[in-house]
């Protein structure tokens, strides 16, 4: 199947490199996006708007020739979920890692992300550590511009009828289930799919990079599923 991975705002598609090796061995057919703006760290984001990532994905999906899955990270989950508000008939299956699929009337940008960009101590350990990691950071943007200032804008209730994987990372499906039980941002759209997994995968920032097999795997995993899968709030650990 296509798989359309889609970075965290600040990130390429390079950052996908490792995940993107395993799905081409596992037999489906990775389409990395760079956003507009984030090819490189001196690019110039002026006037980049949320709609103009949305639109990116969306032209990726019509290019492909059949059904695709869509695979998001931290913020740019919302924008995969976007995506899928525009073509939901088109994708077999949403991933959302690291992040949620935000509801129409919120911003993208969330405490999820908010301190992604920034140099914290165990960031340092970590950049010293592992050199994929390091040059992924010098290629970063710090500026998220308008492209997560934007109000996300959703309209078809199709979407809910999407299977969607939820991957906590730096918090806990525990914690998306009370977020979701209390009808708050980023988590109010949960309760509305339909068929959804949440899965607890403890990681950093960068997922697709600290544990690619995993990451990877799950897609893998997922994509190979049969009939419907647990309902929203349903735990399954990879």
Known sequence: MDVILVPGLWLDGSSWQDVATRLTNAGHVPHPLSLRGLTARTA?????????????????????????????HAEACGL??????????????????????????TFVFTGFAADAHRDTPDLARRRAQDAA????RERQRTRHGE????????????????????????YTTDDVRRWAAEDVDPAREVNRLREAVLVDMPAG???QIECADA????????????????????ARHA
């Open 44 to 72: 110039d984001r002026s006037g980049v708007l949320l709609a103009d990532h949305v639109a990116l994905i969306s032209r990726t999906i019509d290019q492909m020739g059949g059904p695709v899955a869509l695979v998001g």
């Open 80 to 105: 995969v979920h976007a995506a899928v508000n525009r073509s939901p008939d088109r994708v077999a299956r949403a991933f959302h890692i690291g992040g949620l699929p935000s509801a129409d009337g």
């Open 133 to 136: 990691l390091d040059a992924l």
């Open 147 to 170: 492209g997560v200032d934007s109000l996300q804008r959703l309209d078809d209730d199709r979407r809910f009828d999407v299977p969607a994987t939820i991957v906590a990372t730096e």
């Open 205 to 207: 920032h960068w997922p």
């Open 215 to 234: 990451v990877a795997s799950l897609i893998v995993d997922h994509l190979a599923t049969r009939g419907r899968p647990p309902v929203a709030g349903a």
